[in-house]
């Protein structure tokens, strides 16, 4: 029993981490992650109720396997594109998902 414990923290810390917004920022920003990280492949990304998180450089977010969460009342802004792997899903409960750039139609891409 204590090795199947063990093997399903360790499998747990390589898989990735949650990381949920501590209050509204900027992506780049240490200071809007739980963690004090910026999230990172293979996160579950948290937006919190009533948090504005902002992508303020266009194409940053370029990652690999990543699920977001925005909760209800809270926000992804973004100006640029964002394109993920085809692992990685995109789920709103509630929130909001903002693009504020021009009027190219290819903003989120996830593969391909």
Same mark, same amino acid.
């Given at each position: 029993?204590?090795? =199947?414990?063990?093997?399903?923290? =360790?499998?747990?810390?390589?898989?990735?981490?949650?990381?949920?917004?501590?209050?509204?920022?900027?992506?780049?920003?240490?200071?809007?992650?739980?963690?004090?990280?910026?999230?990172?492949?293979?996160?579950?990304?948290?937006?919190?109720?009533?948090?504005?998180?902002?992508?303020?450089?266009?194409?940053? =977010?370029?990652?690999?396997?990543?699920?977001?969460?925005?909760?209800?009342?809270?926000?992804?802004?973004?100006?640029?594109?964002?394109?993920?792997?085809?692992?990685?899903?995109?789920?709103?409960?509630?929130?909001?998902?903002?693009?504020?750039?021009?009027?190219?139609?290819?903003?989120?891409?996830?593969?391909?």
């Amino acid at each position: 029993m204590r090795i =199947l414990f063990y093997l399903l923290l =360790l499998v747990s810390t390589i898989v990735g981490a949650k990381e949920y917004s501590i209050d509204s920022g900027n992506w780049e920003s240490t200071t809007t992650w739980s963690k004090g990280l910026q999230p990172t492949t293979e996160d579950t990304i948290i937006i919190k109720q009533n948090h504005s998180v902002t992508i303020s450089e266009p194409n940053t =977010l370029h990652t690999t396997d990543v699920v977001i969460i925005i909760e209800k009342d809270a926000s992804l802004v973004f100006s640029g594109k964002i394109s993920l792997t085809e692992d990685s899903k995109i789920i709103s409960n509630g929130g909001n998902l903002i693009s504020l750039g021009g009027g190219n139609s290819d903003k989120i891409k996830i593969g391909g």
